[in-house]
């Protein structure tokens, strides 16, 4: 018989811990392959814990092409849709396919050093490019072939729609909602003098659209964060920032609406 694997992660808090033990145990005797390694013949990924553990499992499969399913031991979990109550009624509806496969669309970053070579970075929430510590960081924008501005302030947010109910919408971005494919470019703490001219609110890319970053000449470092991972560069010569292709295929259970999460959330 071949076994369908389905691969578990949680984020090692007590609850967490316990849902994917018992969950395992209903898995295995209902004849699946259960494994925490994950390998690209998985057939179903279940993350157990908050949003936070839902990035760090898409990251560490390199966002994978099967379906992921996530159980909430969080806080309110925009990501997670089954309660740690409802194993049985899960696995009932997996298996009956009783459920939607939410395409969630993310951003890429291709950083290109000096000496020519490029670094690509994804983000399912997404991409944020800082100067070094709490200094300012100035920044030439152009949308398309177009220059725009040059940016100065905190940094930029470039969030997808999923992500924009996140650290975008911290810093004062829109909620867009997920069915949206687009790119929210969104200003942290931008100076508006006649010194620097930068937009103060979020601007709205199409899919379509990439935007090019080239920080200034006296700006020798540079940091980029995708959902939470940091890396930093001391040698851009440019980066370029848009909808990436790449998507994450996420299990909504019958029932599910993205706005009675929102309004749970924040209202
Ligand atoms: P963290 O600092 O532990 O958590 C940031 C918070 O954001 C957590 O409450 C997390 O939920 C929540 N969150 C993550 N994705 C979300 C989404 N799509 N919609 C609504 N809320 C979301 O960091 P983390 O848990 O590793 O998450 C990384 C994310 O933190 C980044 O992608 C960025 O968006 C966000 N962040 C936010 C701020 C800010 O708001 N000022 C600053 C830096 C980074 P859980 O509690 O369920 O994990
Ligand atoms: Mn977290």
Not at 67 to 73: E, H, L, S, V
Not at 102 to 113: F, K, M, P, S
Not at 207 to 231: C, H, K, M, W
């Amino acid at each position: 018989m071949n076994k369908k694997i389905i691969t578990l992660f949680h984020n090692g808090e007590e609850l967490s811990e316990k849902t994917c033990l018992t969950l395992s145990e209903k898995l295995t005797q209902r004849g699946y392959q259960v494994t925490e390694d994950y390998t690209e013949d998985t057939d179903l990924i279940v993350c157990i814990g908050g949003d936070g553990a839902f990035l760090r499992t898409i990251h560490r499969c390199d966002f994978p092409n099967c379906p992921i399913a996530g159980i909430n031991t969080g806080h309110l979990g925009f990501f997670q849709d089954v309660l740690p109550s409802d194993l049985d009624q899960f696995i009932q509806q997996y298996e009956s396919g009783e459920y939607n496969l939410q395409e969630l669309n993310t951003v890429r970053a291709i950083v290109t050093t000096r000496d020519g070579a490029k670094h690509t970075h994804l983000g399912l929430n997404e991409v944020t490019i800082k100067g070094r510590q709490s200094y300012s960081v100035h920044l030439s924008i152009s949308i398309g072939d177009q220059y725009i501005e040059k940016f100065s302030g905190d940094g930029l947010i470039f969030a997808t729609s999923a992500g924009s109910t996140a650290y975008n919408y911290s810093v004062g971005g829109s909620i867009a909602d997920p069915r949206l494919k687009l790119l929210q470019v969104t200003p942290i703490a931008p100076m508006n003098t006649t010194a620097y001219r930068s937009f103060t609110s979020s601007i709205l890319l199409p899919a379509d659209l990439s935007l090019g970053v080239i920080p200034e000449q006296r700006e020798n470092q540079i940091y980029l964060n995708n959902d939470g991972f940091e890396t930093s560069y001391d040698d851009v010569k440019s980066i370029e920032v848009r909808v990436s292709n790449t998507a994450v295929h996420l299990i909504r259970l019958k029932g599910y609406d993205f706005w009675s999460k929102v309004k749970d959330k924040f209202l």
